[in-house]
């Protein structure tokens, strides 16, 4: 069930099992896959910028939206939604009727595992 099924449900979630210290790009990327409706593509991007893996268009995309924007930790523009950290940058395109909410949540969680993997 994504975590905006879960909201929209008023749904409860327990899990004995913490989410894990450390994602590799990829890793985090199926992880967004698996908890975020609406999901159209995904990118993770190194401190520069470049693409590690994932929507080359998209990643294109959302380095010039952080570029344009150095001071944002989090940013949206219309169906894109960014996270930086200090060495990586997670992007999503996203369907125009999910809510960004939870899903950034999610990026925030998947951007904390790759900073300290």
């Known amino acids: 069930m994504s975590s905006q099924a879960i909201r929209v449900n008023d749904t409860g979630l327990l899990s004995s099992l913490a989410m894990t210290t450390s994602l590799a790009p990829a890793a985090a990327l199926a992880w967004l896959g698996s908890v975020v409706a609406g999901l159209r593509a995904a990118a993770v991007l190194g401190s520069d910028g470049a693409l590690l893996v994932g929507d ?18 989090a940013l949206r523009d219309g169906s894109l939604l960014a996270v930086r950290g200090r060495r990586r940058s997670i992007a999503v395109e996203l369907a125009s009727s999910t809510p960004p909410g939870l899903t950034i949540a999610d990026l925030c969680a998947a951007l904390d595992a790759l900073e300290h993997g």
Not at 58 to 64: E, P
Not at 66 to 72: G, K, N, Q, V
């Open 56 to 73: 080359a268009r998209l990643a294109r995309r959302a380095a010039l939206a952080l570029a344009a924007a150095p001071s944002a930790g």
